[in-house]
């Protein structure tokens, strides 16, 4: 597919503990639906620790990262599937910047997200990241 072609595509979306303990889950779920976007898979489950270092193999390193691991395995979380045209990037657009403090207005992260680790979701950045994941 050429650049900028617009195709059906399928992202992986983590909601983290923080979604579930605020009770903003269909909050959340909502504006992917919203958008257009199609639920193919949802499920509840727990990341371990073991789960969180193959998730976040790129962090590891890094001095953030034991309080990321502890966030990420505190508590339930919903993985998901969505499908649509472009849905990497519209879901990553929907997301919002990293830090919730500089995410643009009416992204997720803006709306809701903390800082920088309390940021209510993980999405794919990659058709790669997202076939993995
Ligand atoms: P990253 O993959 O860089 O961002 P994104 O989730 O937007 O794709 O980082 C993964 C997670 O790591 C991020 O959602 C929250 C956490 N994180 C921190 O806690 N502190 C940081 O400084 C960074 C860069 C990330």
């Given amino acids: 597919m050429s650049d ?5 595509e399928r992202t992986f979306v983590m909601l983290k503990p923080d979604a579930l ?11 992917f639906e919203r958008k257009g976007l199609k639920l193919v898979r949802l499920e509840l489950r727990r990341v371990t620790k073991d789960l969180a270092a193959t998730h976040y193999a790129h962090l590891v390193d890094k001095p953030f990262y034991p309080e ?23 879901v990553r657009n929907l997301v919002g910047a990293t830090d919730s403090i500089l995410a643009a207005a009416g992204t997720i992260r803006c709306d809701f997200g903390v800082d920088k680790t309390e940021n209510l979701v993980h999405a794919s950045d990659s058709p790669e990241s997202a076939a993995s994941e």
Avoid: F, K
């Fill in 4 to 8: 900028g072609a617009r195709h059906i």
């Fill in 21 to 31: 303990e605020r009770s903003i889950m269909g909050e959340i779920l909502g504006r």
């Fill in 68 to 90: 990321l691991e502890a966030y990420i395995t505190r508590g339930p979380v919903v993985a998901c599937v969505w499908e649509g045209i472009d849905a990497i990037r519209v």
